[in-house]
Nanobody
Framework: QVQLEESGGGSVQAGGSLRLSCKAS??????????LGWFRQAPGKEREGVAR????????LYADSVTGRFTLSRDSAKNTLYLQMNNLKPDDTAMYYC?????????????????WGQGTQVTVSS
C-alpha cells in the first residue's frame, strides 16, 4: 500500500526558506517507475502543480511561478522526496501536497495522481 507523508511546513517571512519532505512507502524510488509531484492549494483556488519528477528518467520540471526559487530533489536511500523553497513570497502561501502515480509519463494534472499525502501548511507573511 502506497503511503506518502509530508512534513516541514511552517510560517516564515517573505524572503525566507523552508524545506518540505515527503516520505514514501509501499514502493521504492530505485526499482519503481513513478511520477512524483509537489502540488499546492491556496484557499479558494484550484490545486496546482509546483514541481514534478519521474523516477525512471529523473526529468524534473517546475511551474513558472517557482522556477529559480524551488528545487525538487530525492534521496533514494531514504525513499524521500524534498522541496527546497527559497525566496518565499506571500503568494506561495498554501497547503502543499506530495503526490504519486505508478507511471513513466507524468502530468501536471492533479487528477492524474492517485496517491496523496495529507498536506503540510506553508504560510509566508509580508
Amino acid at each position: 500500500q502506497v503511503q506518502l507523508e509530508e512534513s516541514g511546513g511552517g510560517s516564515v517571512q517573505a524572503g525566507g526558506s523552508l524545506r518540505l519532505s515527503c516520505k514514501a512507502s509501499g514502493f521504492t524510488f530505485t526499482y519503481s517507475r513513478y511520477c512524483l509531484g509537489w502540488f499546492r492549494q491556496a484557499p479558494g483556488k484550484e490545486r496546482e502543480g509546483v514541481a514534478r519528477t519521474a523516477t525512471g528518467n529523473g526529468i524534473t520540471l517546475y511551474a513558472d511561478s517557482v522556477t529559480g526559487r524551488f528545487t525538487l530533489s530525492r534521496d533514494s536511500a531514504k525513499n524521500t522526496l524534498y522541496l527546497q523553497m527559497n525566496n518565499l513570497k506571500p503568494d506561495d502561501t498554501a497547503m502543499y501536497y506530495c503526490a504519486a502515480r505508478s507511471a513513466s509519463v507524468c502530468s501536471w494534472a492533479p487528477e492524474y495522481y492517485n496517491y496523496w499525502g495529507q498536506g503540510t501548511q506553508v504560510t509566508v507573511s509580508s
